[in-house]
């Protein structure tokens, strides 16, 4: 509570600053700071993408628009549509980045490290993503540590009118969004239904049966202007899955599994201004997740046992900023989190776990000087489990107006506090304490507008300690470890325009990651048997390559290229390998490119996509299959 202390302190000091004529710089709404910000003045590495960006991916689900377009962020699914998709930024594990939709924080409180998966969301209700990669716990709190992704939902502008697009393709795939929206003066508004299905592909590779897959998302958002000073929003979001799924072992009968999903979001946000130089925003959020799976006993009957999960979130929040002068503005704020998991491990139990998390947090955002710009950020959370733990973060941004490069560097301190799931299987659940990490990167992006070349480069180093695993010889009984975990790399960023027509990119990731096993060198090669014997981290290629390429064949028309090349990784075994003892192995590694032509037809725009256009046969997790060759084509109303 005394560093709380402190940057109260420095902004009462701030408040005395002598104000001056204010600068004309563009603002992007970003998220590092909960405030508008203008990119230029941000030291986090923060990457938006735009619905625009979103719209000319063509592609249903947001897991597969954001695989081929960020740098520093690795893709994983488990078979086809509907199958868990998982990202990791810089090399850590999905559990270390949190995601907000909407303001609301969505985790599934019944896994083990309160996981969140990206299969279930739909692009066509996106309006807006921007992932803030780092330590981001000084904003976000606890599982913040490897960086924060916020997903913000289409809402109405201009014309009232409906709207509608449409998708098929390969394994009888239907994608179909109907939408009605537009603003006035003093209102927007906009509801949107869509619906996906697919016969799919078989999850596993050791059989040929399809898993179809269907979704259904319902979102509104309205938004009223009360006053000049007042206005509010809300948003109610919910999207009810069906998925068919193998099992892992193809010695059981597991062959065609079921998975019921519905996940629910409301909020409400009121925005007020009691001041001139004061913005005030009270958020209620309210998360609903629940999963019903009819699995089959064991390998030795048909039995079907239905087995349910529910995961409950709802937050409080009050977020203020206050514009000191123009050199200087204060972002400051309460929030109260409210977790609850409940879940049938079997037909006679029924286990329920809840918790509470309340936090403060306060970040200074201020110009030092001509051109540097700096961020001091603290948050303090307090857990209903006698733990408490405080994040900082402070971020520098620097324009060198004679380089025309802008320099960017951050360090950050971050927790992530025991999930739900792991104190509950914990034997001893007050013997756990927060998983603890800091992290460091420094970056540059740099104009050569003579030459139509961008370049954005970043290097980063994290280390975290006390990571909670947990043994499988044990029941999973959850333990924090000795030892620390690192995850060092590069990330490169290159777009390049060499004629009117032609636009080029290029991104590369290098992730040098340890694990923090008991290696005497984590750069050791696989072994005889094919196994693993480095310390790399799971799922993790060491080298990631993205290259694209959009070429105007005409004023109305452009083909599209896209190849990405992963790097061998590290999976988990399992008992079906090496004598079930669940020896890690070796995932080989890959390349698939995609062709995409989109066109403009009157008040249609249409597009054509073959995906994995070679039919390259690879896995992104051990025994799960990946998508083979896939052609695609959809339309979109234009007003």
């Given at each position: 509570?005394?560093?709380i202390?402190?940057?109260?302190?420095?902004?009462?000091?701030l408040?005395?600053?002598?104000?001056v004529?204010?600068e004309?710089?563009?603002?992007?709404v970003?998220s590092?700071?909960?405030?508008?910000?203008?990119?230029?003045?941000?030291?986090?590495?923060?990457?938006?993408?735009?619905?625009?960006?979103?719209?000319n991916?063509?592609?249903s689900?947001?897991?597969d628009?954001?695989?081929?377009?960020?740098?520093?962020?690795?893709f994983?699914?488990?078979g086809?549509?509907?199958?868990?998709?998982?990202?990791?930024?810089?090399?850590?594990?999905?559990?270390?980045?949190?995601?907000?939709?909407?303001?609301?924080?969505?985790?599934?409180?019944?896994?083990?490290?309160?996981?969140?998966?990206f299969?279930?969301?739909?692009?066509?209700?996106?309006?807006?993503?921007?992932?803030?990669?780092g330590?981001?716990?000084?904003?976000?709190?606890?599982?913040?540590?490897?960086?924060?992704?916020?997903?913000?939902?289409?809402?109405?502008?201009?014309?009232?009118?409906?709207?509608?697009?449409?998708?098929?393709?390969?394994?009888?795939?239907?994608?179909?969004n109907?939408?009605?929206?537009?603003?006035?003066?003093?209102?927007?508004f906009y509801?949107?239904?869509?619906?996906?299905?697919t016969?799919?592909?078989?999850a596993?590779?050791?059989?040929?049966?399809?898993?179809?897959?269907?979704?259904h998302?319902?979102?509104?958002?309205?938004?009223?202007k009360i006053?000049?000073?007042?206005?509010?929003r809300?948003?109610?979001?919910?999207?009810?899955?069906?998925?068919?799924?193998?099992?892992?072992?193809?010695?059981?009968?597991?062959?065609?599994?079921?998975?019921?999903?519905?996940?629910?979001?409301?909020?409400v946000?009121?925005?007020?201004?009691?001041?001139?130089?004061?913005e005030?925003?009270?958020?209620?959020?309210?998360g609903y997740?629940?999963?019903?799976?009819?699995?089959?006993?064991s390998?030795?009957?048909n039995?079907?046992?239905?087995?349910?999960?529910?995961?409950?979130?709802?937050?409080?929040?009050?977020?203020?900023?206050?514009?000191?002068?123009?050199?200087?503005?204060?972002?400051?704020?309460?929030?109260?989190?409210f977790?609850?998991?409940?879940?049938?491990?079997s037909?006679t139990?029924?286990?329920?776990?809840?918790?509470?998390?309340?936090?403060?947090y306060?970040?200074?955002?201020?110009?030092?000087?001509?051109?540097?710009?700096?961020t001091?950020g603290?948050?303090?959370?307090?857990?209903?489990?006698?733990?408490n733990?405080?994040?900082?973060?402070?971020?520098?941004?620097?324009?060198?107006?004679?380089?025309d490069?802008?320099?960017?560097?951050?360090?950050?301190?971050?927790?992530?506090?025991?999930?739900?799931?792991?104190?509950?299987?914990?034997s001893?659940?007050?013997?756990?304490?927060?998983?603890k990490?800091?992290?460091?990167?420094?970056g540059?992006?740099?104009?050569?507008?003579?030459e139509?070349i961008?370049?954005?480069?970043?290097?980063?180093?994290?280390?975290?300690?006390?990571?909670?695993?947990?043994w499988?010889?044990?029941?999973?009984?959850?333990?924090?470890?000795?030892?620390?975990?690192?995850t060092?790399?590069?990330?490169?960023?290159?777009?390049?325009?060499?004629?009117?027509d032609?636009?080029?990119?290029?991104?590369?990731?290098?992730?040098?990651?340890?694990?923090?096993?008991?290696?005497?060198d984590?750069?050791?090669?696989?072994?005889?048997?094919?196994?693993?014997?480095?310390?790399?981290m799971?799922?993790?290629?060491?080298?990631l390559?993205?290259?694209?390429?959009?070429?105007?064949?005409?004023?109305?028309?452009?083909?599209?290229?896209?190849?990405?090349?992963?790097d061998?990784v590290?999976?988990y075994?399992?008992?079906?390998?090496?004598?079930?003892?669940?020896?890690?192995?070796?995932?080989?590694?890959?390349?698939?490119?995609?062709?995409?032509?989109?066109f403009?037809?009157?008040?249609?725009?249409?597009?054509?996509n073959?995906?994995?256009?070679?039919?390259e046969?690879y896995?992104?997790?051990?025994q799960?299959?990946?998508?083979?060759?896939a052609?695609?084509?959809?339309?979109?109303k234009?007003?």
């Amino acid at each position: 509570m005394k560093k709380i202390y402190y940057f109260f302190t420095l902004f009462l000091v701030l408040i005395n600053f002598n104000d001056v004529v204010a600068e004309n710089i563009p603002i992007i709404v970003i998220s590092p700071s909960k405030t508008p910000q203008s990119t230029s003045t941000v030291g986090t590495s923060v990457t938006v993408l735009s619905e625009k960006d979103l719209d000319n991916s063509n592609k249903s689900f947001l897991g597969d628009s954001l695989n081929k377009s960020v740098t520093g962020l690795n893709f994983f699914q488990t078979g086809g549509a509907g199958t868990q998709m998982g990202i990791q930024l810089r090399g850590l594990p999905k559990a270390y980045t949190t995601v907000y939709v909407d303001g609301v924080k969505k985790a599934d409180s019944t896994t083990p490290k309160n996981d969140f998966y990206f299969d279930d969301i739909l692009t066509g209700q996106v309006s807006r993503v921007e992932i803030l990669k780092g330590n981001q716990s000084s904003m976000y709190g606890s599982g913040a540590m490897g960086g924060a992704i916020n997903i913000f939902s289409k809402q109405g502008k201009g014309e009232f009118k409906k709207d509608y697009a449409y998708i098929a393709g390969s394994d009888k795939t239907h994608n179909l969004n109907l939408f009605y929206g537009g603003s006035d003066n003093k209102k927007d508004f906009y509801i949107g239904l869509e619906r996906f299905q697919t016969d799919g592909l078989s999850a596993m590779n050791h059989n040929d049966e399809s898993d179809p897959y269907k979704n259904h998302t319902f979102l509104t958002n309205y938004g009223y202007k009360i006053s000049d000073k007042l206005d509010v929003r809300t948003i109610y979001k919910i999207t009810d899955s069906k998925l068919h799924y193998d099992a892992i072992k193809s010695d059981f009968n597991q062959i065609d599994n079921k998975s019921h999903e519905k996940d629910s979001s409301a909020t409400v946000q009121v925005n007020y201004q009691p001041l001139s130089k004061m913005e005030s925003s009270l958020i209620l959020g309210s998360g609903y997740m629940s999963r019903t799976a009819d699995n089959i006993k064991s390998q030795f009957a048909n039995e079907v046992v239905e087995q349910n999960y529910w995961s409950y979130r709802n937050t409080v929040s009050l977020n203020n900023s206050y514009k000191v002068n123009s050199k200087h503005n204060v972002a400051f704020g309460l929030e109260k989190e409210f977790e609850e998991m409940r879940y049938n491990p079997s037909e006679t139990e029924d286990v329920r776990r809840g918790e509470e998390i309340s936090s403060q947090y306060i970040d200074v955002q201020s110009k030092l000087m001509n051109n540097l710009h700096a961020t001091f950020g603290m948050r303090f959370d307090q857990h209903s489990q006698n733990l408490n733990e405080d994040s900082e973060r402070v971020s520098l941004a620097y324009f060198s107006n004679s380089l025309d490069a802008t320099f960017k560097s951050s360090y950050g301190t971050g927790i992530k506090f025991p999930s739900l799931y792991e104190f509950h299987k914990s034997s001893n659940p007050s013997s756990l304490v927060a998983e603890k990490g800091r992290s460091f990167d420094l970056g540059m992006q740099k104009n050569f507008i003579e030459e139509g070349i961008n370049i954005d480069l970043t290097f980063f180093n994290h280390k975290y300690e006390d990571t909670i695993e947990g043994w499988k010889a044990a029941g999973w009984t959850p333990l924090n470890m000795a030892g620390v975990v690192r995850t060092r790399g590069i990330e490169l960023l290159s777009k390049f325009k060499p004629k009117k027509d032609l636009d080029l990119d290029f991104g590369y990731t290098y992730n040098s990651t340890y694990d923090g096993a008991d290696f005497d060198d984590p750069d050791l090669g696989p072994g005889s048997a094919g196994n693993f014997l480095n310390s790399q981290m799971v799922r993790v290629p060491r080298h990631l390559v993205n290259v694209g390429a959009n070429y105007a064949i005409a004023d109305d028309m452009i083909l599209g290229w896209k190849t990405k090349w992963s790097d061998t990784v590290r999976d988990y075994g399992n008992n079906n390998d090496a004598g079930g003892n669940f020896a890690d192995m070796r995932l080989k590694s890959y390349s698939v490119s995609d062709l995409s032509l989109d066109f403009l037809y009157g008040d249609y725009k249409g597009f054509v996509n073959l995906t994995n256009i070679f039919n390259e046969k690879y896995s992104q997790a051990l025994q799960f299959s990946a998508p083979e060759r896939a052609l695609n084509f959809g339309f979109k109303k234009l007003y």
